[in-house]
């Protein structure tokens, strides 16, 4: 079966100071890959979405990148955290669409992020 | 305009009674899909059903039922004998997929609170 996790699941950070969230996802090949995230009280914003090894596509501007280094890995990325970037940010995968809507989107456990 | 709304933000109901969670959307795309997702305080967010564009049927999985109505552009989640366990944000999504490309939204949420 398959399985995302990501890490670390809760962090605080000065501000200033560089970021990186992980996400690997098991059991799958080739999967689109999702990071949200999520204000307090407020859904989901979609920050990055990645349909394979090096294609990012950035939905929102921002001081934040990601990268897929692996078909199953994808890391977020700042080098210097602002107090806005705090928040939760979840991981999510799903099989590639080819042109089908209906693939169920899978989250990971979230990281809590804090920016001090 | 807002391509998912959830004008919700809070509801009460008593353990037992079915409630009913709204959720319209705005799309110009034929082929979308509509998903519900249910986030409990521990910021998992836990997949509950789909519903695609073209399915013919209001989908149904166990105690939760989508009840999509294509020309109203609604997808409400209806969730009957409500639980304690039920108490979490709710979360309506639509996915579009058009060449190649997707666009994931998530709505504003809604906190349902089951009352003994």
């Known amino acids: 079966s398959q399985t995302i996790h990501q890490w670390p699941a809760t962090l605080v950070q000065p501000v200033g100071s560089p970021l990186s969230l992980e996400c690997t996802v098991e059991?799958?090949?080739?999967?689109?890959l999702y990071w949200y995230r999520q204000a307090a009280g407020r859904g989901l914003q979609l920050l990055f979405y990645?349909?394979?090894?090096?294609?990012i596509s950035s939905e929102v501007p921002q001081n934040l990148s990601a990268s897929r280094p692996q078909d199953r890995q994808f890391i977020l990325s700042s080098k210097k955290l602002l107090l806005s970037d705090s928040g939760f940010y979840l991981c999510?995968?799903?099989?590639?669409?080819?042109?089908?809507?209906?693939?169920?989107?899978?989250f990971g456990e979230g990281s809590w992020l804090t920016v001090v | 305009a807002q391509k998912i709304t959830q004008t919700q933000p809070g509801m009460f109901v008593q353990e037992k009674e079915a409630v009913t969670l709204d959720c319209t959307y705005d799309?110009?795309?034929?082929?979308?899909?509509l998903f519900w997702y249910k986030q409990p305080s521990s910021g998992e967010m836990i997949f509950l059903i789909y519903?695609?564009?073209?399915?013919?049927q209001n989908a149904t999985e166990g105690r939760y039922s989508l009840n999509f109505q294509k020309a109203r552009k609604s997808a409400n989640l209806v969730i009957s004998a409500s639980q304690l366990g039920d108490s979490a944000m709710y979360f309506c999504?639509?996915?579009?997929?058009?060449?190649?490309?997707?666009?994931?939204?998530f709505g504003t949420g809604t906190r349902l609170t089951i009352i003994p």
């Open positions: 999510a995968w799903s099989s590639i669409s080819f042109g089908i809507s209906g693939n169920t989107i899978y």
């Open positions: 059991g799958t090949s080739n999967p689109n």
């Open positions: 990645s349909v394979g090894i090096g294609q």
């Open positions: 799309t110009s795309d034929p082929s979308y899909g």
């Open positions: 519903q695609g564009s073209y399915d013919q």
């Open positions: 999504a639509m996915r579009e997929v058009n060449f190649g490309n997707e666009k994931l939204t």
